[in-house]
């Protein structure tokens, strides 16, 4: 919480996190804050010790039906996000959610992913959960 001062009163207001999405190809940026993988399975190309991420987050992306089920067909998306969030109640997601909050609570969270089309991607969804 932050506070302010309006019209000589005090006011608490909620702090809004700063998270953004990232492919996990791309070169980190100053700004970056913590660095985090959000997909279930690890990039493709890329090494582990080629890999600029401060911890890989396996555990609240989507299950491998619902990911399957989308395959990142942008008509899908609406269904996605809300079968995704579905999935986010369950207790390791949730967690795991919980985990992510916590990271962006007090610095900027850049969430990766290893797909070509990060706007439509869970990297995305979580990014908006995490900002409101």
């Known amino acids: 919480m932050d506070v302010e001062r309006q019209s000589g009163e005090l006011t608490m207001t909620k702090k809004k996190a700063k998270v953004q999405v990232r492919r996990a190809y ?19 190309g890329l090494t582990k010790a080629k890999a600029d991420f401060d911890e890989w987050c396996k555990e609240v992306a989507p299950s491998t039906e619902l990911r399957k089920w989308y ?11 809300h079968r995704y969030h579905a999935e986010l109640k369950q207790r390791e997601r949730s967690d795991a959610l919980a985990h992510l909050r916590e ?29 409101h």
Do not use: C, N, Y
């Not at 791309?26 to 493709?44: C, F, Q, S, T």
């Not at 395959?71 to 996000?81: G, L, S, Y």
């Open 26 to 44: 791309d070169m980190p940026e100053r700004g970056d804050g913590a660095r985090v993988l959000v997909d279930r399975i690890w990039p493709r």
């Open 71 to 81: 395959d990142h067909d942008p008509a899908r998306f609406e269904e996605f996000t």
């Open 103 to 131: 990271l962006a609570k007090d610095r900027t969270l850049t969430l990766l992913t290893a797909t070509k089309q990060p706007a439509i991607s869970e990297a995305e969804v979580l990014a908006e959960l995490l900002r």
